[in-house]
């Protein structure tokens, strides 16, 4: 082969390379949970205690890992504990139709600011606005179809069961 | 076709040998086809940046051939083939669940966002189930909205609590805020069993708060010899508000001699509580429950 005809070769190839799409896959799953900075300076009508904002930022973080493992192995399993009411029946739907279409998610987490907006009179159920930087891939298989660094504001209801906080709700929404 | 197309070609003919000439061709064809099939025919994906949960949606295409169609989302994860060139129609049922969605065709992805829809139900928190009655802010009510899909209303809405024992009635209307609205109401003078409901839109609940009387609002006791001693009785026992103060609540009378001191703990029972206390020349008897002492007594036994 000539020298132009392997530069050529080598300039075609260099070109699929480069414009195929980014199939680089984080494939180590969250080890530790994700931090999670919580303010419940305007938390109301209830101050929250400081041991309250140290179990939630824990529980909370617990359960974004969680949530993350669940997707992305399409395990409901990993949900439990983390997870009741609207949020678990919510996750365990997205599980099941990931599983029958072969899809699953990646979330690269890099961290929560979060602000406690609402603590009930009681105690028992709290109001959470979460802004996460997220890394968030999408899958077929081992095929990415959807792959961005994204900014997502949550609001996350949590209820304060035996030991720990639970999620019950979780929604994504475009502003506070 | 150009000269300078004409000189490459016949460069490109007479430079490289027959297999990398079809090595180039091969490689060439699929980088071409790659691109076509990856990035696709497709074109930029509009989709409105909200939805309301439950609504469906169609979302234009443009080229031809097939392609493979996702939908990422809560609750949702939907694959299938489309042809392109149409619309990709989401139905009611694939957007029921608030939150971020990702649609993802032929190379081009996309996100939008669900918001929910008109309030469908409530969720109420009610403390305490049993409050003493004619007593300030003492019962809270939370009221967590959601639309026929379980999500939660964040868009602010009016919330009406309302508390009603014995044909008396408190209203005080609340705005939501991010799904939230609460409010501190007094309990009724009269005990009884309170209607607390909340409402918004054509959405309510309701909730039973048993209101009972407060402390007592004075004790009146009377004593008598007894072949055991001294018997105590109050007369009916009753709160500020005249609602007997409920059984089981805890009276102690106290006799006080120069043998020392008795204490005898007593339950209201049919709105009077009695004791037995032991006998004695020369006591002091005072009764109290709570917070509240009622009259005493000097016992002379003559």
Redesign the interface.
């Known amino acids: 082969m000539t020298s132009f005809g392997r530069m050529a070769l080598v300039t075609v190839l260099a070109a699929f390379v480069v414009l195929a799409p980014n199939q680089k896959i984080n494939s180590v799953l969250a080890a530790t949970a994700p931090s999670v900075s919580l303010n419940a300076a305007q938390a109301a009508p209830r101050q929250v205690e400081d041991t309250t904002q140290k179990a939630v930022a824990r529980d909370y973080a617990a359960a974004w890992q969680a949530m993350a493992d669940a997707l992305d192995q399409n395990r409901a399993d990993l949900l439990a504990g983390n997870f009741i009411g609207t949020a678990d029946e919510k996750l365990t739907a997205s599980i099941d139709q990931q599983r029958k279409t072969g899809l699953h998610q990646r979330i690269v987490d890099k961290g929560h600011s979060v602000e406690v907006v609402f603590y009930s009179p009681e105690g028992s159920a709290m109001e959470l606005h979460d802004t996460a930087r997220l890394e968030l891939q999408v899958l077929d298989g081992s095929k990415v179809i959807h792959s961005e660094d994204a900014t997502v504001r949550y609001v996350a209801l949590l209820t304060a069961a035996e030991n720990s906080w639970k999620v019950r709700m979780i929604e994504a929404v475009p502003s506070f | 076709m150009t000269n300078d197309a004409i000189d490459f070609e016949q460069?490109l003919s007479t430079?490289?040998?027959p297999?990398?000439?079809a090595?180039?061709v091969c490689?060439?064809v699929?980088?071409v086809v790659?691109?076509l099939g990856?990035?696709g025919f497709a074109g930029e994906l509009n989709v409105p940046?909200?939805v309301t949960a439950g609504n469906g949606l169609s979302v234009p295409t443009s080229g031809s051939g097939d392609a493979?169609f996702?939908l990422?989302?809560?609750?949702?994860?939907?694959?299938r083939t489309v042809q392109l060139g149409g619309n990709v129609h989401l139905t009611a049922d694939d957007l029921q669940?608030?939150?971020?969605y990702?649609i993802?065709l032929d190379?081009n992805?996309a996100?939008f966002?669900v918001?929910a829809a008109p309030v469908h139900s409530i969720a109420l928190?009610a403390?305490?189930s049993r409050v003493p009655a004619d007593t300030p802010n003492v019962i809270?009510g939370?009221a967590?909205l959601f639309d026929r899909y379980?999500?939660?209303v964040?868009q602010p809405q009016p919330v009406k609590f309302d508390l009603e024992v014995n044909g008396q009635s408190v209203t005080r209307t609340e705005t939501s805020?991010?799904?939230?609205a609460?409010t501190?109401l007094n309990s009724s003078k009269k005990e009884g069993p309170a209607q607390f409901v909340a409402s918004s839109g054509n959405a309510s609940v309701r909730r039973v708060v048993q209101e009972v009387a407060s402390d007592p609002c004075n004790i009146r006791m009377t004593a008598q010899r007894d072949p055991r001693g001294i018997l105590v009785r109050t007369d009916p026992i009753r709160d500020c508000a005249g609602n007997p103060v409920p059984d089981g609540t805890i009276v102690t009378f106290t006799s006080t001699d120069s043998q020392g001191k008795s204490t005898v703990d007593a339950r209201i029972k049919r709105g009077i509580a009695q004791a037995q206390l032991p006998a004695s020349n020369d006591a002091t008897i005072s009764v109290a429950s709570g917070v509240v002492v009622g009259n005493e007594i000097k016992w002379r036994n003559e």
């Open positions: 460069e430079t490289l040998d297999v990398a000439k090595i180039l490689a060439g699929l980088f790659c691109c990856l990035y940046a909200t493979t996702y990422v989302g809560p609750g949702t994860a939907i694959k669940n608030a939150g971020r990702i993802a190379g992805s996100s966002y918001s928190l403390r305490p809270t939370t967590f379980q999500n939660l964040l805020k991010d799904g939230v609460y501190k």
